[in-house]
């Protein structure tokens, strides 16, 4: 069946966000700039925080960005309904002394970040982007645009590479960028340029590399849309188009509702230990604070917890029809047949039957179909932030996504249909 056209804008419009977003900081800048686009008040950490009855803020830590829409008629035990994502995807992160070179080229120096699939890196051209920490105290984003380069050595002086290619993770994954000698050239000139700054005054970088290449939607009745950093940026992108959707003033987020927050966080492919990772105090930083602005008691506050729901959204695996039999023989999710819920006996996702329970009924209410997900007994399954956020803070927690191939390659793929259900559910699931 052909993709709905308004699916199709949505793959177009996360193509936009994908490429405005090369890094988890570009990420929660732009959630934070497409939020305040639609009216969200900007909020720092650094300062007090307004009542909230009514409002609709968004606040940016780091490479996370957390935002909210509260009702009028919100009161102290009001309950939240928060939709969870990830801002960060697996690839390379700029090392110090990162310009390098030999034999005339210029190379960057860079380490690996998280568990990206290593070939598929080679051979496309690919862009350095991250914040830079200046001397006079600013952070500034900055994006070189296409930089860079892996380039894969050549069949004729690699015989074997098609009987298994394997790559050195420090000699073979150190891209180029330009010829010359390295002791006259220097990469942070590159970023310094793209960000309008003095190389000079840069004390600090998060840089990572990222695919150029913006994301397109092809095959037979445009079912497929292929792009970097599905993982996650997919589900955050739902998330803000969700939340987008809710204004307490124009009455399209209904009174008696439940405080919906969207909350992005960084660093999950390295486990989310960090400040602005789920397993750090971020998530209950901000809502101490928003239940603190609704008058609430800590009492009152856990009482809030206690119905509150946490659908924690990233990418899973769709059946590989040339890997069947990695899948479970069974549960077999595909690409445009939905949304999938996650489900792992050992708790590496946090679905259960209260939750599966729960996520048919905010389908049903958004009209989408949707899949599940179990791994097949011999195959490790991954996690994700679902279990995290429940073990913090005893939020019910459901872990979806939609169906993806190729995970953690540079460049993913999924069904273009279930990216625009994705938002519907995530809409359906923000109204209560
Ligand atoms: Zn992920």
Not at 102 to 129: F, H, M
Not at 155 to 162: K, P, V, Y
Not at 198 to 220: E, H, N, P
Not at 419 to 430: G, N
Request: aromatic residues 6%.
């Amino acid at each position: 069946m052909p993709v709905t056209p308004v699916a199709l804008a949505h793959a177009d419009d996360l193509a936009d966000f994908i490429a405005a977003s090369p890094s988890s900081h570009h990420a929660a800048s732009e959630v934070a700039r497409r939020l305040e686009d639609a009216g969200f008040v900007p909020l720092d950490e650094t300062q007090p925080w307004p009542s909230q009855p009514g409002g609709r803020f968004v606040v940016v830590r780091d490479g996370a960005a957390i935002a909210w829409v509260v009702p009028t008629d919100a009161a102290a035990t009001t309950p939240v309904q928060v939709f969870g994502a990830h801002t960060d995807s697996p690839g390379f992160k700029l090392k110090p002394q990162p310009t390098t070179g030999t034999k005339g080229w210029l190379q960057a120096a860079v380490e690996i970040y998280g568990g990206p699939l290593l070939n598929s890196w080679l051979d496309r051209e690919l862009r350095l982007a991250g914040r830079l920490a200046l001397a006079d105290g600013r952070v500034v984003l900055a994006d070189t645009g296409p930089l860079l380069r892996l380039p894969q050595l050549a069949i004729h002086l690699d015989r074997g590479a098609n009987s298994g290619l394997e790559l050195d993770k420090q000699l073979q994954t150190q891209p180029v960028w330009g010829l010359g000698d390295p002791s006259s050239a220097d990469i942070l000139a590159e970023l310094a340029a793209s960000a309008d700054v003095d190389a000079a005054d840069i004390r600090g970088y998060d840089v990572v590399v990222a695919d150029s290449a913006r994301g397109a939607v092809f095959g037979k009745d445009d079912a497929f849309f292929a792009a970097g950093r599905l993982d996650d940026l997919a589900s955050v992108h739902a998330g803000v188009v969700a939340l987008a959707s809710l204004d307490p003033s124009t009455g399209t987020q209904a009174a008696g509702g439940p405080i919906a927050v969207l909350a992005a966080f960084d660093h999950e492919e390295l486990g989310s230990g960090s400040r602005s990772g789920a397993a750090g105090p971020f998530l209950e930083d901000v809502l101490e604070r928003m239940y603190a602005s609704l008058g609430a008691d800590p009492s009152q506050r856990r009482q809030a917890y206690a119905s509150s729901w946490c659908l924690s959204s990233d990418v899973g695996h769709s059946v590989h029809p040339n890997y069947v039999a990695k899948h479970d023989p069974v549960v077999q999710p595909v690409l445009g047949s939905g949304p999938i819920l996650k489900i792992n006996a050992n708790q590496r996702y946090a679905t259960d039957a209260v939750g599966s329970s729960a996520w048919s009924s905010w389908c049903e209410r958004a009209g989408i179909a949707s899949q599940e997900f179990v791994s097949n007994n011999t195959v490790a399954c991954g996690s994700t932030i679902g279990p995290i956020t429940a073990t913090r803070l005893g939020l019910r927690t459901v872990d979806v996504g939609i169906p993806i191939l190729s995970m953690h390659s540079a460049r993913e793929l999924a069904g273009v249909a279930d990216l625009h259900d994705l938002t519907r559910v995530a809409e359906a699931f923000f109204r209560g």
